[in-house]
């Protein structure tokens, strides 16, 4: 870690490139979890963002990056991919400067991209959240480079932990299927609640009431599965009387290929991460 970082060991200053919702939700855990508003900053252009910023969190907010991080003992890198590499050509001049530690949470960039963009030598931690974060039940994948000291890892998972569960993926090859199981994880829920609801209603029950009933049987599902300690399908047998209406669906389920259809969908998911990288594989910024 920087000098300057050494020098904050209890409350680091931490600048947000970026100011939508993922680093909105990181910036609630924090406040939450006891960061002082006064070791935050945001660049975020948009106006109206910048106001909510301030308004419900007292951070201090800039339209430009150079005034978000002329203090900062780590960046979180919270834009799109897109932009990335124009973002971090800015930042080039600060990050060799004051070293900080590097904290991506852009989808399909590597560790490599960005330590090249920013000019070299930086500690990097790449993570992969979801939109759970946003109430404060996000699951994270994080990797680190080996510039990244244990200090440095701490402090990462630190600030991903304050918006859910966060957890150490040391091989970013397997940051692809991280985005395909967690960072897409949770569009499949989401559908399979549909499909749960439309079939009901298809039986007759009011949308509402179908609505209500399976959004309630999926979070109480969920809590059992993380809150229990049994395994998925531990919990499955539990529930499932030989002959009875659950085998009975979970048999037209297996007729159907299920196991099958989810591992053709990671696959997909996956294969789509490592495209989308490769396509975001582009030069870094003339020294």
């Known amino acids: 870690m920087s000098t300057h970082s050494a020098s904050r060991i209890s409350h680091p200053a931490i600048a947000f490139i970026g100011g939508g919702n993922m680093a909105r939700s990181l910036i609630g855990g924090l406040i939450r979890n006891g960061t002082p508003a006064a070791a935050i900053a945001v660049a975020e252009p948009n106006p109206d963002l910048r106001a909510a910023l301030t308004q ?5 907010t800039h339209q430009d990056n150079d005034a978000a991080t002329k203090s900062a003992d780590v960046l979180v890198l919270a834009v799109k991919p897109q932009v990335m590499k124009t973002v971090c050509a800015g930042l080039r001049g600060i990050a060799q400067v004051r070293q900080p530690l590097i904290v991506s949470i852009a989808a399909g960039i590597r560790v490599s991209q960005l330590d090249a963009w920013l000019g070299g030598n930086l500690a990097i931690v790449r993570c992969m959240p979801n939109t759970p974060a946003l109430i404060g039940t996000g699951a994270a994948g994080l990797c680190p480079n080996p510039a990244c000291t244990a200090a440095q890892r701490e402090l990462a998972q630190s600030i991903l932990s304050a918006a859910g569960l ?3 993926i040391n091989d970013e090859a397997q940051m692809d299927t ?3 199981l967690s ?3 949770p569009a499949y829920f989401f559908l399979l609640t549909e499909a749960l ?3 009901a209603v298809a039986q007759g029950l009011p949308r509402e009431t179908a609505r209500e009933l399976a959004t309630q049987t ?16 531990d919990l499955r047998r539990r529930v499932t009387s030989p002959n009875g209406t659950t085998q009975a669906a979970l048999d037209s389920f297996a007729a159907d290929g299920f196991g099958q259809i989810v591992a053709r969908a990671i696959t997909a998911a996956t294969r789509r991460g490592i495209e989308l990288s ?3 594989n582009i030069e ?4």
Do not use: H, N, Y
Not at 56 to 60: E, G, H
Not at 218 to 229: I, K, T
């Open 284 to 287: 870094a910024p003339t020294k």
């Open 278 to 280: 490769t396509q975001l």
């Open 197 to 199: 609801i439309d079939a």
């Open 166 to 168: 966060a957890v150490w």
């Open 56 to 60: 419900d969190f007292a951070v201090a």
């Open 218 to 233: 999926c979070l109480g599902a969920g809590r059992m599965l993380r809150e229990d300690g049994a395994t998925p399908a």
């Open 178 to 180: 991280v985005t395909a």
């Open 183 to 185: 960072g897409s994880g």
